[in-house]
């Protein structure tokens, strides 16, 4: 479910906090592919993680792991950028640029760094590590505000679609909704992992693939250019729903996991 951003940043934070073992954690990415690669973005970057740079022969994810617990790292955060939002990213730059493109990354707050996954080839995924060139903050939106205005933005959604006479069914549109949450890929997460962020992230996954569905409908039973545009912004709000339901969820497992190892 979600992203590779979202399961590094779970099974580092478990990691780092001694809730998970580093062979679980390296493998949790493999449902993302089967090889994954550690590079970095810039000189000054290599010299503090004891990287290479980007060109040069790449790292594994368990060195990268070992840098990070070198470095103090505490826990991850998960952003979700898209254009118009960029918050969490530290205010422009070349891992601004990257996190946009690939639309996922993680940001290790008080270290000032992040990382952007991208995948270089059939099943092989580079990890490259920036700069964060400020702390931005991300806002903090608690996991029951996420699965609240997830819900609202489900019914006005829904409300403002019906409205627009744009929400009729298809056939076999439920099989390709199972389809496309079956293609997915499904990775593991740790033990003890919250499982109200499980079944956020399960929701929030399920309404992502309604999404993807809608807009590949093109056009969607509107009947105009102008009807399409209103469609579009119809969904938008669940959209962002959508990413900010992820985003809480992730996080609100990093902060449990922190959370038990200072009780411990």
Same mark, same amino acid.
């Given at each position: 479910?979600?992203?590779?951003?979202?399961?590094?940043?779970?099974?580092?934070?478990?990691?780092?906090?001694?809730?998970?073992?580093?062979?679980?954690?390296?493998?949790?990415?493999?449902?993302?592919?089967?090889?994954?690669?550690?590079?970095?973005?810039?000189?000054?970057?290599?010299?503090?993680?004891?990287?290479?740079?980007?060109?040069?022969?790449?790292?594994?994810?368990?060195?990268?792991?070992?840098?990070?617990?070198?470095?103090?790292?505490?826990?991850?955060?998960?952003?979700?950028?898209?254009?118009?939002?960029?918050?969490?990213?530290?205010?422009?730059?070349?891992?601004?640029?990257?996190?946009?493109?690939?639309?996922?990354?993680?940001?290790?707050?008080?270290?000032?760094?992040?990382?952007?996954?991208?995948?270089?080839?059939?099943?092989?995924?580079?990890?490259?590590?920036?700069?964060?060139?400020?702390?931005?903050?991300?806002?903090?939106?608690?996991?029951?505000?996420?699965?609240?205005?997830?819900?609202?933005?489900?019914?006005?959604?829904?409300?403002?679609?019906?409205?627009?006479? #744009?929400?009729?069914?298809?056939?076999?549109?439920?099989?390709?909704?199972?389809?496309?949450?079956?293609?997915?890929?499904?990775?593991?997460?740790?033990?003890?992992?919250?499982?109200?962020?499980?079944? #956020?992230?399960?929701?929030?996954?399920?309404?992502?693939?309604?999404?993807?569905?809608?807009?590949?409908?093109?056009?969607?039973?509107?009947?105009?250019?102008?009807?399409?545009?209103?469609?579009?912004?119809?969904?938008?709000?669940?959209?962002?729903?959508?990413?900010?339901?992820?985003?809480?969820?992730?996080?609100?497992?990093?902060?449990?996991?922190?959370?038990?190892?200072?009780?411990?």
């Amino acid at each position: 479910m979600c992203c590779p951003s979202a399961t590094l940043a779970v099974w580092s934070s478990a990691w780092l906090h001694g809730a998970a073992a580093s062979d679980n954690a390296l493998d949790a990415l493999l449902a993302w592919g089967e090889a994954h690669e550690v590079v970095a973005a810039e000189q000054a970057v290599a010299d503090v993680f004891d990287l290479p740079v980007t060109g040069d022969f790449p790292a594994t994810p368990a060195q990268l792991l070992a840098a990070l617990r070198k470095l103090g790292a505490t826990a991850a955060r998960l952003v979700l950028p898209v254009p118009g939002d960029v918050r969490g990213l530290g205010g422009g730059g070349a891992f601004t640029d990257a996190a946009l493109r690939a639309g996922e990354a993680v940001v290790f707050p008080g270290l000032g760094y992040g990382l952007v996954p991208h995948a270089i080839a059939e099943g092989l995924v580079r990890w490259t590590v920036y700069p964060v060139a400020t702390e931005s903050p991300l806002g903090h939106v608690g996991i029951a505000d996420a699965e609240h205005g997830l819900t609202d933005a489900i019914r006005d959604s829904a409300g403002a679609l019906q409205s627009l006479d #744009v929400a009729s069914d298809r056939p076999g549109v439920r099989a390709e909704l199972s389809a496309k949450l079956r293609s997915r890929p499904a990775p593991d997460w740790p033990p003890g992992t919250p499982g109200r962020a499980l079944r #956020v992230l399960q929701r929030a996954e399920e309404i992502g693939a309604i999404l993807a569905l809608a807009c590949a409908d093109e056009p969607g039973g509107a009947l105009s250019a102008s009807a399409a545009t209103r469609r579009a912004d119809a969904l938008r709000p669940l959209s962002e729903a959508v990413r900010t339901a992820r985003c809480a969820a992730v996080n609100e497992a990093v902060r449990v996991f922190a959370d038990q190892a200072s009780r411990s």
